[in-house]
């Protein structure tokens, strides 16, 4: 394995929760209604900064769609999954795109996310 070169982003950036690795900017996101086995996540047009996993099937809310987990190289972390291939026609739009879970990320989040909320309430506590 060779050297791995870190994309720095310009902007409203997320990034790793834990080692604050650059993975994607505002404007990549295509849908904040998108939900993971630990609570709210986005969908994201392009990404960067992470790794892949093996390729698997999962059967989904959606339906079935063959996945990939992506991981940030700068620590390894399990920040969420991409899609490879959608079975169900309607849901194509999906192929290609990654899923970043908010509790594992940092960034420009709206006040009115639930994540955000819980992590202000944590603070204040």
């Known amino acids: 394995m060779g050297r791995v070169f870190i994309v720095d982003l310009e902007g409203r950036v997320y990034s ?8 994607t900017k505002d404007q990549d996101i295509m849908s904040k209604s998108f939900k993971s086995r630990h609570g709210q996540a986005y969908l994201f047009n392009e990404v960067v900064n992470v790794s892949t996993g093996n390729k698997e099937d999962r059967m989904m809310i959606t339906g079935l769609h063959t996945v990939t987990d992506i991981f940030c190289v700068g620590c390894g972390l399990n920040v969420g999954w991409k899609y490879v291939t959608a079975h169900d026609m309607r849901q194509k739009y999906k192929e290609g795109k990654s899923v970043l879970e908010l509790y594992k990320i940092v960034g420009p989040h709206d006040s009115t996310d639930l994540v955000c909320q819980q992590v202000s309430q944590l603070m204040i506590q």
């Open 16 to 23: 790793c929760i834990h080692c604050k690795t650059h993975l």
